[in-house]
Every structure is written in structure tokens, then in C-alpha cells.
């Protein structure tokens, strides 16, 4: 059991007096419920195997002794009730992290006046940034993607004056479109010599680890093996790393981007738990995922877009009834493709034993094992086609979904 949520909400339902909801703007307060960081002596941005907050690691309980949360009578850790509230990695970095890194590389290539195509392009930073959304839309139409965003603009990037840290006020699948196409881009132009190639490089590795991390991860289910896990942590800790450091390149340029933020911190809790995992020498890592409120996040969608189209009065039943007939239809639609695949597989067996009665063929290709993948249930069979056939009317009874 846990509570995974933002930081706004964790700070509300558990009381807390260390959050990244009160980081200190003019002084520095301890600003995490997990350890003692953002002190003083103990800076939050300190991503070394060595940090002094390691060691300040659930050394404190984040809510006042007297006013302690509901969730902290549940039974979870008695040394460490606090770590009931997980780091969401999908509002860590796809709506937090990830959002500075797009945002900033953007203002900082168009500072540099890498959208600057010919001598006559208009130097001011909206024309870069429609420049930078020209390219970025022909990259989406190339590559069959969709994002729902519209434009480049300063009000997207939060980029009020030369002295903000921008970044992108965009959903997290667009955050992702984004980073690719940033990375397509900036290996595009390190092909030509330039004076900036030390920039280059490390905008190409901590992109790259970035789409690395959830490519491995989307595509593992709730346990991981110990060497992907491996490569999710080595992989998300270039992330960190790599921002900070573009942080400093970009302080050097005089540019100011890549705001160092608490959710710097979070990621790297995330980091360091998968690592404290891998040195238990358990079999398996658990998928940060498990705690993410991204799928969570698109079901809620798919249903308030659904309400939405629906008379208020009666919201609750007609939307109910509507996913009863798209679950309905769905399942029609798969059990169509099925019969579709059998009965083509049955005129393949038919014709080899036509031709096996004319001895062209031997038996074993008549009823040789099929492999039959089913990305809907998640299964898998090696069987015959029949067998596979009578498992499927088993588990797809005729009326095991009703709209009534």
C-alpha cells in the first residue's frame, strides 16, 4: 500500500512540515519528507555518492509530533512511516525534470541562434521560437506524431523576462515529443563544426539517457531484471547529472536555464532506491513505475471526456453505459480478428493435407505446434489452434458482458 500523488497533495493529506510544496526562497529550509535536505549544511542539489543528506535519510519524522496525519496510523515501516507518500516518477521528471530540460534547451538554442538559418531570419526570440516550432511540427508530420500543442511561445515556456529560467507548460507525452525532437536536432547540427560541441555532446547524452530510462521502462512489466535495472539507474542518474551540468555551462554562457528545482532531488531518491535495491542482491527490482499516476491520470481523461458529452442530470449512468458498449464492441472486435486468424489457419492446414495426400508434404507440417501471441490478454499458448480456440471460448464466454 502506498499514496502517490503531488507534492502539492502529499503536503495537504499528511501534514507536513518538510515538503517540496515550502522550499525556501530567501532561506534555505529542509524541503524533503524523505531526509534533512535543503538545509543549511545539507544542500538539497548535491547529487555525489557522498551527499550529506544521505545520512539524514528518515532521521525525522516530516509532520509535527503532536498533529501526526491519518495515513501514519496504517500499518506500514515503524522506523520510517513517512515513506507511505512515493515519489511519482511521471510528475518527477515527464511534469517536472523533464519539463526544465526541454524548456531551458530550447531558450538556450535559440539564444544561440541555432534556429537562425539563413542571414536574413529575424534575430528576436519569437521568430527563433517559430522557427523552432517549424521544424519541430515537420519532425511530427515526418515521424506520424500528434502533439497538442500549437505553437512555440514565450507564455508556453514561461519565459517572462531574461532573467527566467524557462520551461515547458506542456503535458508529459508532448514533453517526450519534444526531447526527441531535440535530440534529433541538436545531432543534426553536430554534424557541421561548431564552437559550441562540449554543449553539444552533453545535450546528446542526457537526452538520450532520458528516453532511454522510459523506453526500459515501459517496456518491462512490475518486476525488473537486475540488469535493466541497471541500466534505468545508471541511465537516469546521467540525467541528473548531466542537468546540473548544463547548469553550470549555461551560467558560463551567461543564459540562464536549467533551474536547479526540488524535483532535481526527488529523481535522484528515485536513483538511489533502485541502486539500494541492486545492492540487497534481490532477483528482481521493482518498476518505479508502480508508483507513477500516469495511467492512473489517462483513465480519469478518457472518462471526463466521456462526461463531458453526456446530460449533467444523468452523467453517472450514461456514462457507465458507454463504456459497458465500448468494452462490448472491443471485445467483439478482438474475438472478429480471432476467427478471422483460425479460419486462415485452417485453409493452410487444409491445403498442406490436399497436398500431403499427393505426398508433396510431410505430416509434421500439418500439425505442427503454433505459436499464437495475444497482446489483449497478455498471454501466451503453445498449442494447437484448436486447443487455443476452446481456451479462448472459455475465457470469452457468450454473455460475460452485458450493457443491461
Known sequence: MRCERRSEIHHQIGNLERSYYNTGVRENHPMCSLCMAGHDAVPF???TDSAEWISTLHSERPWPSGNPPSLSTIPFQNDCPETIFRLD????????????LTGSTLILLAQLQYFDFTSDDECNLPARLERAWGSFNLWCRTTGKSPAIHSFSKALLNYKNARSFAWCNVKG?????ITSWLLFFIKLSSQNDSRHARLEQVLIETLTCALTVFEILHSHPLWLHRVCAQRVQHHLTTVLRGFKVLAKMAKDLSVPAFGLKPKLHACDHISRDIKRQLQSKAPKVLNPLVFSCEANESVVGHVSRISRRVSSRTVSGRVLDRICIKTKLLAKKFKAKLRHRH???WCRRRKAAERQSKGSVGLSEIYRVTRHQVPFLNLTFLETPWHFFWKLAF???KNAISIN
Open 45 to 47: 542539489e548535491d547529487l
Open 89 to 100: 516518477l511521471f510528475h518527477c521528471y515527464k511534469c517536472g525534470l523533464g519539463r526544465d
Open 173 to 177: 507525452s508532448d514533453n517526450t515529443l
Open 343 to 345: 479460419r486462415s489457419q
Open 395 to 397: 475465457l470469452y464466454p
